[in-house]
């Protein structure tokens, strides 16, 4: 039960993180930065997305019979 909140916990600090690092990137918006600042929030949005399956598959596992 604890691991599974500490889980949960990690998930939410980690989409926190990532709606605070697409904000900043996000702050200032000039016309020639905005190919930048797309590839950067791609790159924020695609790690965050590994951080948190590599939670659920770690810490989160179905208690399934041959799993």
């Known amino acids: 039960m604890a691991k599974r909140i500490t889980s949960y916990f990690l998930v939410f600090l980690v989409l926190l993180f990532t709606v605070v690092a697409i904000l900043g990137i996000w702050n200032i918006v000039d016309i020639k930065d905005v190919l930048i600042n797309f590839m950067q929030t791609l790159l924020v949005v ?22």
């Open 46 to 67: 695609f790690i965050a997305a590994a951080i948190v399956l590599f939670i659920f598959a770690v810490l989160i596992k179905d208690n399934k019979p041959g799993n």
